[in-house]
């Protein structure tokens, strides 16, 4: 078994700016975690996002710690097709971020604002 902590779980500090994501990894390894899981990184496109999720990468490999997860927002319910095929392709976006983030899993919400 894994003892794994989210990025949300820092999000008071995250927000404060008592904190940046790459301390997220640091101190989940101190607090004994062996693997972090990230939520929706800055960036609006897997392109924004990539020089991000890399440096993560490399900062958990570093220290030792998995980048067990990464879980983002998602709302399939949408009023018109098109909404819908676009709400697609930004989760399968997302889903390039989690590869480049090495994550094994992607979880993301179908309702997120209802």
């Avoid at 101190?27 to 440096?55: C, H, N, Q, V, Y």
Wanted: with cysteine; charged share 30%.
């Amino acid at each position: 078994m894994k003892l794994c902590v989210s990025s949300y779980s820092f999000a008071q500090y995250l927000r404060a700016g008592k904190m940046n994501l790459t301390d997220c990894v640091k101190k989940a390894r101190e607090m004994g975690f062996d693997a972090i899981e990230f939520t929706d990184l800055p960036g609006k496109t897997a392109e924004e996002r990539a020089p991000m999720a890399r440096s993560l990468r490399k900062e958990a490999a570093d220290a030792g710690i998995e980048i067990l997860a990464y879980s983002v927002w998602g709302q399939l319910y949408q009023p018109t097709p098109e909404l819908l095929e676009d709400e697609i392709r930004r989760l399968m976006e997302q889903a390039d971020t989690a590869a480049e983030l090495g994550a094994a899993i992607m979880r993301h919400d179908v309702l997120w604002n209802l």
